[in-house]
């Protein structure tokens, strides 16, 4: 079942809705420590992607950005690595080059490529919403993230969703790639009602997510952002700028999603499907790691997000 209409419903005002669900209300909070889910991920994994395969990557893959500072760290578990501020950040359609040894194929899906820049000298952030871009990155092995490894996908960005006036929302998706059920996705989105936002790391909707508000700091400037998975598939982490929940998966969830690629700025409807849900924001850096189970600790992911947040130029 696409639980995205049901949303939709609630939207238009129809009598069947998250709002007049009470599983599904958001507390008056917008989230913390009633956000997580530590709930049955449903029906057994059909197929662990947890091989090896494409994460072991060069070890110089910290080489390549916009500056000769500090190296960033596990390299070699690096699947994705966007800087909008390197020197050689962007292609020639505007579109982000992937500066991993990876190299993967990244195409804008839809708008145009926007850049504003702030902060240090030389500092960008791509433009998400109505007047930005939606982009994917094509599926490959490496971004094939099964049901047991680890990874933490990571940004330098701004979250800038206007509360709406309604006990429902709308999605707005900073990044997703779902599968063809049209529940089961590895994603990040905002959901903003009247009663206070959420940032819900996902990795099947509304079911097996842990939640947490974003800070208000967000709005006007850049912080980090991420969605963390370790223990061989059974914890989950959210993080939004010094924000943070995990919350435990029961059933390892498989987010394979293979032939769906993974969309950055909104989502596509059964992961190959029209976009939507777009993001409000802007994205200044945007690091995706994979590892085998048991690889990475919170501790490493901690490590990560440390230097996403200084590394220079800062927005």
């Given at each position: 079942?696409?639980?995205?209409?049901?949303?939709?419903?609630?939207?238009?005002?129809?009598?069947?809705?998250?709002?007049?669900?009470?599983?599904?209300?958001?507390?008056?909070?917008?989230?913390?420590?009633?956000?997580?889910?530590?709930?049955?991920?449903?029906?057994?994994?059909?197929?662990?992607?947890?091989?090896?395969?494409?994460?072991?990557?060069?070890?110089?893959?910290?080489?390549?950005?916009?500056?000769?500072?500090?190296?960033?760290?596990?390299?070699?578990?690096?699947?994705?690595?966007?800087?909008?501020?390197?020197?050689?950040?962007?292609?020639?359609?505007?579109?982000?080059?992937?500066?991993?040894?990876?190299?993967?194929?990244?195409t804008i899906a839809s708008g145009t490529a926007t850049l504003q820049s702030s902060g240090d000298a030389g500092a960008k952030g791509m433009l998400f919403g109505p007047s930005g871009?939606?982009?994917?990155?094509?599926?490959?092995?490496?971004?094939?993230?099964?049901?047991?490894?680890?990874?933490?996908?990571?940004?330098?960005?701004?979250?800038?969703?206007?509360?709406?006036?309604?006990?429902?929302?709308?999605?707005?998706?900073?990044?997703?790639?779902?599968?063809?059920?049209?529940?089961?996705?590895?994603?990040?989105?905002?959901?903003?009602?009247?009663?206070?936002?959420?940032?819900?790391?996902?990795?099947?909707?509304?079911?097996?997510?842990?939640?947490?508000?974003?800070?208000?700091?967000?709005?006007?400037?850049?912080?980090?952002?991420?969605?963390?998975?370790?223990?061989?598939?059974?914890?989950?982490?959210?993080?939004?700028?010094?924000?943070?929940?995990?919350?435990?998966?029961?059933?390892?969830?498989?987010?394979?999603?293979?032939?769906?690629?993974?969309?950055?700025?909104?989502?596509?409807?059964?992961?190959?499907?029209?976009?939507?849900?777009?993001?409000?924001?802007?994205?200044?850096?945007?690091?995706?790691?994979?590892?085998?189970?048991?690889?990475?600790?919170?501790?490493?992911?901690?490590?990560?997000?440390?230097?996403?947040?200084?590394?220079?130029?800062?927005?």
């Amino acid at each position: 079942m696409d639980y995205r209409w049901l949303l939709a419903l609630a939207i238009v005002g129809c009598s069947t809705s998250y709002a007049t669900d009470p599983s599904l209300t958001l507390p008056a909070d917008g989230g913390g420590e009633g956000g997580g889910m530590p709930v049955d991920g449903g029906a057994e994994p059909t197929g662990d992607a947890g091989s090896d395969a494409g994460m072991e990557v060069a070890a110089d893959a910290g080489d390549a950005g916009a500056d000769a500072g500090p190296q960033i760290p596990f390299a070699s578990r690096l699947v994705l690595r966007l800087e909008t501020d390197a020197p050689n950040g962007l292609s020639g359609t505007g579109a982000w080059r992937d500066l991993s040894p990876l190299a993967q194929t990244i195409t804008i899906a839809s708008g145009t490529a926007t850049l504003q820049s702030s902060g240090d000298a030389g500092a960008k952030g791509m433009l998400f919403g109505p007047s930005g871009a939606i982009f994917d990155v094509a599926d490959a092995p490496s971004l094939q993230f099964g049901a047991t490894d680890d990874f933490i996908l990571v940004a330098r960005a701004t979250e800038e969703t206007p509360l709406e006036g309604m006990n429902g929302c709308t999605f707005h998706y900073l990044f997703a790639k779902y599968n063809a059920d049209g529940a089961t996705a590895l994603s990040s989105r905002v959901c903003a009602p009247n009663t206070g936002a959420y940032l819900a790391g996902s990795l099947k909707l509304i079911s097996v997510e842990a939640q947490v508000p974003p800070p208000a700091s967000l709005l006007t400037s850049y912080g980090v952002i991420s969605f963390a998975r370790y223990m061989s598939g059974t914890k989950i982490e959210t993080y939004a700028a010094g924000a943070s929940l995990e919350a435990a998966v029961v059933t390892p969830v498989d987010v394979t999603s293979a032939g769906s690629p993974l969309v950055l700025g909104a989502a596509r409807q059964n992961g190959t499907g029209g976009v939507f849900g777009s993001y409000n924001g802007k994205l200044n850096r945007f690091y995706a790691f994979r590892a085998p189970p048991g690889t990475f600790s919170k501790g490493d992911f901690d490590t990560i997000r440390a230097y996403v947040k200084s590394a220079a130029p800062l927005p």
